[in-house]
C-alpha cells in the first residue's frame, strides 16, 4: 500500500478530491509540495498514488490522449467514459513489460451524466462510486466517510468530512501528511479550494456532528 494518500467525494452535483503533498522515498521526507491530483480536461480530474515516475507518465499519457480525442472530435469524454479509457489502458500494460503501479481516483462532472467518482485500482479494476480513498491514510477515513456522507451533501460540508479525515489520519498514521491540496469538480469546471492544514483545523470542524 502506497505512503500517500488520496481522498474522494461526491456530491449531488460536484466531485471533490484531497490529496497530501508528500513526497518521500522510504523512509525519507523528500518535499511537501507535490501535486498529485492533475486536469484532464475542463471537467475532469484524476488523483493518483504509487510510484513517483509512473504516476506522472501515466496521467500524461491519459491526459494527452483525451486531448487529441477533443481535438479529432470536438468535445470531450464523459467521466465515466473517460474512467473506462483510463482503466482500460491500465490493464493493457499489465500484461507487457511496462506495467504501471498507479492507483487513482478518477472525479468528473458532465451535464448530462452528473457528477462521477472512479476508484481505480493498481490493477484496472474500476468502480463508480461515492467516496473512496488509496494509500495508508485511507484507512482511518472509510469509517468517517461511511458516517458524514449523505446524498443531499454541500461542498462545505463535503470540507468539512475532508477535514475530520485529514485530522483522523494526523492523529493515527506516524508518517507526516500535514498539508493537502483540495479540488472540486461541477458544472463550473475544475478549480483549486483553500488547503486544509493544521492552521485550518478547528473544533468545529472536528466535533462530530455538523
Keep these: 500500500m502506497a505512503l500517500e494518500t488520496i481522498l474522494g467525494i461526491k456530491g449531488p452535483d460536484f466531485v471533490m478530491l484531497a490529496s497530501e503533498t508528500m513526497q518521500a522515498k522510504s523512509l525519507i521526507f523528500m518535499k511537501d509540495d507535490q501535486s498529485k491530483i492533475h486536469r484532464l480536461s475542463d471537467f475532469s480530474m484524476i488523483a493518483t498514488v504509487g510510484d513517483g515516475g509512473d504516476t506522472l507518465q501515466f496521467t500524461d499519457f491519459i491526459s494527452k490522449n483525451l486531448h487529441l480525442y477533443k481535438i479529432a472530435n470536438g468535445y470531450h469524454l464523459s467521466p465515466r ?71 443531499k451533501l454541500s461542498q462545505d460540508q463535503a470540507v468539512s468530512i475532508l477535514k475530520k479525515c485529514v485530522a483522523e489520519i494526523q492523529k493515527r498514521l506516524i508518517i507526516n501528511q500535514r498539508n493537502w491540496d483540495v479540488f472540486v469538480v461541477d458544472g463550473s469546471g475544475m478549480r483549486q479550494l483553500e488547503s486544509i492544514n493544521p492552521a485550518s483545523l478547528n473544533y468545529d470542524v472536528l466535533s462530530l456532528n455538523w
Design 81 to 151: 467514459a473517460t474512467a473506462h479509457f483510463t482503466r482500460k489502458n491500465l490493464a493493457d500494460y499489465i500484461r507487457t513489460n511496462t506495467r504501471y503501479q498507479v492507483a487513482m481516483l478518477l472525479a468528473g462532472y458532465d451535464a448530462v451524466e452528473g457528477p462521477d467518482l472512479h476508484y481505480i485500482d493498481s490493477y484496472g479494476a474500476a468502480q463508480s462510486i461515492n467516496h473512496a480513498g488509496h494509500g495508508w491514510g485511507s484507512i482511518f477515513c472509510g469509517s468517517i466517510l461511511q458516517r458524514f456522507w449523505d446524498q
